[in-house]
């Protein structure tokens, strides 16, 4: 059983398009994240959430929306892809926020826009 | 400001030599300190984490350490092996926020 699964691993579309990265964790955990990998393999956060509220939203183009449905689901969506958004993008969970919080990621999905 | 510097950037060794890999951080308020290990096309999994009240932990070959009164952690990977050839990340949790701050990564290749 995989513990932090997103899909789809790779993406490929072109400039202008929507789309949709979906992500689910099966570890009970409360909060949830999501990363960007850049070409430069730079690990940036993007949001998070805890309990299916939002509770970071770094300086992030307002293109880029995320939902949670349940705290199980962290599902990002993106409007009007442009050529910069190419990069990795890493869907993460944890189990409380305190000393002992471990970050479980997922495998990635590989955006490339044309 | 939060900042994560790795060194080197880039590492090869032989296989069976012991090796360090190093972290700095700016703000030594951190709730704690993760290393993580990223193969090529892979998520990152979770080595070792370490709290702020912490000074060191163990897995099996590896041994990180976390000093914060200098800002500084350490990865200590005993008798390497061409399996241990990853990307290594650190990772570090400031205090009262939700933020977790990585470092760029040192690349590992270890060789048979």
């Known amino acids: 059983d995989t513990a932090v699964s997103q899909t789809p691993k790779y993406l490929v579309t072109q400039m202008g398009n929507d789309k949709s990265i979906k992500c689910e964790q099966n570890l009970g955990h409360d909060t949830m994240y999501w990363y960007k990998q850049d070409s430069k393999k730079f690990l940036k956060i993007m949001f998070s959430y805890n309990n299916k509220e939002l509770i970071i939203n770094e300086t992030v183009p307002n293109r880029f929306s995320p939902k949670s449905p349940d705290k199980a689901h962290l599902n990002l969506h993106i409007n009007s892809l442009e050529l910069g958004d190419s990069a990795v993008y890493f869907c993460?969970?944890?189990?409380?926020?305190?000393?002992?919080?471990?970050?479980?990621f997922g495998s990635g999905t590989q955006l490339s826009v044309l | 400001k939060q900042e994560v510097t790795q060194i080197p950037a880039a590492l090869s060794v032989p296989e069976g030599e012991n090796l360090v890999l190093n972290c700095s951080f700016t703000d030594s308020a951190i709730y704690n300190l993760q290393w993580f290990r990223q193969d090529p096309g892979k998520g990152l999994t979770s080595l070792l984490l370490?709290?702020?009240?912490?000074r060191e932990q163990t897995s099996g070959r590896l041994n990180a350490s976390l000093d914060k009164s200098s800002g500084r952690s350490t990865l200590y990977i005993a008798a390497s092996q061409p399996g241990d050839s990853a990307t290594y990340l650190c990772?570090?949790?400031?205090?009262?926020?939700?933020?977790?701050?990585f470092g760029a990564g040192t690349r590992l290749f270890v060789k048979a």
């Open positions: 370490i709290q702020s009240s912490q």
């Open positions: 993460a969970s944890s189990p409380q926020q305190g000393d002992n919080e471990k970050l479980f």
């Open positions: 990772a570090v949790r400031r205090a009262g926020g939700f933020k977790t701050i």
